[in-house]
DNA sequence: ATTCTTTTATGATTTAAATCATATTTATTC
DNA sequence: GAATAAATATGATTTAAATCATAAAAGAAT
């Protein structure tokens, strides 16, 4: 695991909202956690988990954040989902022996690690924290198994809408309209599962029709409900 | 939620061996939720569940086995996992207010449902049957995640491949080579993210290679391995 | 600034897969 | 059993998307 210099945040002092552990553990365990943790900053494009390495734990990311991405037959590679703040890397790996994706961050980034053994006890410990984590799976899965729909029936232009969307949910929390998206081509175009000229070329027609402006410090989105319907024209189900 | 006549099976002569409920509570609560929950009998081409309908609960399959579909836009159906015994239909709307897919039986099937105030109450009652609940959602997670890089890497042959080995681990459990796919040509392709023409095709070049056998009972597989090597020639990560 | 490199964009061509059309097989009904 | 309907298979054609090729723009290095 490429680890960049160790940092040693405090727990009681971490300021991270969503993390898991600050806020389902109970105090004492949280303070046990904090010394058995391992802190550590990654810069950008560097791996957090490597795909095919032994699962020795579970990643939190404090602040930051990361693509997941699985690497294909060709060379080719899958984003299969965006990561920030609050979430869980590595736990898919859980019961299986390795990661089955790896985990890269697309801006500084610093993340918690807990050992298998330790994350397993907190568990045990702490019911809350397992009920809400069994929680957000249930959610990922949700979303996971809406993204092998829309990869098997979209076409290139409804999966670039799509992956905008995404991006938007992802990068946008204040939700004002200048937000940028701080991902290039090809990490959009393995985000929509397409290629990056195909990409290119529907980024130029959402800039004609300005839903979009493209800048070289990135693209932000002037009309997010132009992209809603393209990807369900009749109203969301949720 | 269309149910046919309803069984009042009991818990304690249960013969699920994958039922959780059954594994990961303790005794007086099983009792306890075996007065609480609906058992169901469920006729093929039966929906159990009802995409967009409100999640009043869970589901939990106690025999037989279903498909869960997701209906995309233009009549267009996705297979999104196939289920069984020991498996539990429903959960990826608990929280969201409405079920993002459907299920469908593919056989006579006995469902138990449970409802969101019991199951929540249970998860706190019982860590243990959370925690594997969560462990479940995360193998589910991990599969879903392999299967948006399928869907959007592979090629028609490939995922006609894929689907067939989905198919061998979920129909063949006791591993022997005449075991035959319950599925239709529809499914099939709906499952491999395909139309029937393209799995008519491929089918037909499988059978004449002698990798599987179709005969107007269904399709058997004569060498899985061919399949494997298709789909991860250098050999699979997990 | 000028060159070199990388990223992004766009045109031309090829290819894979979807669609359309029809035939064949299997299942159902009378 | 024949007749009808449904499911599956296969050929012909169209279409969408990938690939190939090249150009333009942006960034880095000198």
Same mark, same amino acid.
């Given at each position: 695991? *490429?680890? =960049? ?7 009681? /002092?971490?300021?991270? /909202? ?12 949280? &303070?046990? *956690?904090?010394?058995?943790? +391992? ?18 734990? *579970? ?27 609050? !979430? ?8 299986? +022996?390795?990661?089955?994706? =790896? ?21 045990? !410990?702490?019911?809350?924290? &397992? ?44 939700? @004002? ?22 990409? /290119?070329?529907? *980024?130029? +027609? ?10 070289? @410090? ?6 997010? =409900? ?9 109203? /969301?189900? +949720?």
């Amino acid at each position: 695991m *490429l680890k =960049s210099n160790a940092r040693d945040a405090n727990c009681e /002092s971490c300021q991270t /909202s969503g993390c898991f552990i600050k806020q389902h553990c109970a105090d004492k365990y949280i &303070t046990l *956690l904090n010394n058995l943790k +391992e802190t550590s900053t990654y810069r950008k494009d560097q791996y957090i988990a490597f795909e095919g390495y032994p699962v020795l734990g *579970l990643f939190f990311i404090q602040s930051g954040k990361a693509k997941v991405v699985s690497s294909g037959l060709n060379g080719k590679t899958q984003v299969v989902r965006l990561t920030k703040s609050g !979430d869980i890397i590595g736990h898919r790996g859980y019961g299986g +022996e390795k990661y089955p994706i =790896s985990a890269v961050a697309i801006e500084e980034s610093i993340v918690c690690f807990v050992d298998n053994d330790t994350i397993h006890q907190a568990f045990m !410990d702490n019911p809350r924290l &397992t009920f809400e984590l069994m929680m957000y799976y249930s959610r990922e899965l949700r979303k996971s198994e809406a993204k092998i729909k829309n990869q098997a029936q979209m076409n290139v232009r409804e999966k670039v809408a799509d992956a905008l969307i995404s991006c938007n949910s992802f990068f946008n929390n204040k939700n @004002d309209s200048s937000f940028l998206i701080q991902l290039n081509r090809q990490d959009i175009a393995d985000l929509a599962g397409i290629n990056t000229e195909q990409l /290119s070329r529907i *980024l130029s +027609e959402f800039k004609k029709d300005e839903i979009i402006t493209i800048s070289k @410090d990135g693209i932000s989105i002037n009309d997010l =409900s132009f992209f809603q319907k393209i990807v369900s024209p009749f109203g /969301s189900v +949720e």
